[in-house]
């Protein structure tokens, strides 16, 4: 079977396909990324914006399209914070459908939480004991902790790389005491999620994934992309300070120099270490395994998982309609409106 999942995130529009079956290891085998940066046409209001929509129209499109030219049996698409929290939301999802027959879901906090989860999960195996997963996106940060495939704990937090760049750091690069005072504000809003998470139990190994973390590893020495997928990689406390203190006096521009960074993240290269930081401080933690799968593959397992021989009636009913912008409960992402 070959499945395009088409994630709607708060930078980025991102088509990955992959040929993959019930039981195997998902093999990806196209990806194509447009830049949107949604969460920065939202307007004072709380709205996507007309252009904001245009955009995301035109990149939907785009990206059935080149399912379809790539074979794809099934695309499942799903968005995330930026457009969840718009509070137009079910107009904008009302025209992508209208526009691209593609039924765009909105995933909550909490299930983006647990597939990215399932994620980390199936790529560390069972002897990895309990997992405690982080996950900084450009609108949130999603922690979860658990032993088995469903997490003890799954939560989303509104500090993503992307939204406190627009809203905590000043300047560029970001002044002394904006770097200070947005520290002070993680050690607080993380606080209570600590003391949660401890209540489940002292976790085994500390896994991290997302490109922020991805970037924040390869500028502290880890391997290269070119490397691989399966090169252990990882981020200490140490290495990370060391790298605040740096990419903290530099402007975006520069930043944008440095390998494994990219161009249309490098302005949010600061709040994401911050994030990074706070959140191993607070849990204690001198180091995190980077794991390359991520919601994108958690998606995509979890619909494999429903795979078995149905018809695809059987598969529709698994998978319950989306489009309403109802986040509430969990929701089982499914194949958009065409199937080869």
């Known amino acids: 079977m070959r499945l395009g999942v088409l994630d709607v995130g708060s930078n980025t529009v991102h088509l990955l396909v992959v040929d993959a079956h019930r039981g195997a290891h998902p093999m990806p085998t196209s990806s194509v990324k447009t830049v949107l940066r949604l969460a920065e046409r939202i307007t004072p209001d709380g709205r996507l914006s007309d252009r904001g929509s245009q955009e995301l129209v035109r990149a939907v499109n785009s990206a059935r399209e080149s399912a379809e030219q790539i074979g794809c049996d099934e695309l499942m698409a799903f968005a995330t914070s930026a457009v969840r929290e718009a509070s137009n939301v079910a107009d904008v999802l009302d025209r992508v459908r209208a526009a691209t027959g593609v039924d765009l879901q909105v995933l909550s906090g909490h299930d983006e939480a647990r597939y990215t989860f399932l994620a980390v999960r199936r790529w560390c195996g069972w002897s990895a004991g309990r997992i405690l997963m982080l996950d900084i996106g450009g609108g949130s940060l999603e922690v979860a902790i658990g032993i088995d495939e469903e997490p003890e704990l799954a939560v989303s937090l509104p500090l993503g790389a992307g939204r406190l760049t627009r809203t905590a750091l000043h300047g560029d690069p970001p002044s002394r005491s904006s770097v200070s005072e947005l520290r002070e504000r993680l050690d607080a809003e993380l606080a209570p999620l600590v003391k949660r998470i401890r209540k ?29 997928p ?111």
């Open 200 to 228: 489940v139990g002292t976790p085994d190994r500390a896994v991290a994934t997302s490109k922020t973390f991805r970037s924040l590893a390869r500028l502290t020495g880890a391997a290269p992309s070119t490397a691989g």
């Open 230 to 340: 399966r090169v252990r990689r990882s981020l200490t406390d140490v290495g990370l300070r060391q790298l605040i203190a740096f990419v903290s006096r530099m402007t975006s521009a520069d930043l944008a120099e440095l390998e494994g960074v990219s161009a249309s993240r490098a302005h949010q290269l600061v709040a994401g270490a911050l994030v990074a930081e706070a959140g191993m401080r607070a849990l204690d933690l001198g180091e995190l395994e980077i794991c390359p799968w991520a919601l994108r593959e958690g998606v995509i397992l979890r619909r494999l998982d429903h795979t078995d021989g149905q018809t695809d009636e059987t598969e529709n009913n698994s998978y319950p309609a989306g489009g309403s912008g109802r986040t509430g409960g969990r929701t089982e992402p499914h194949g958009a409106r065409w199937r080869r």
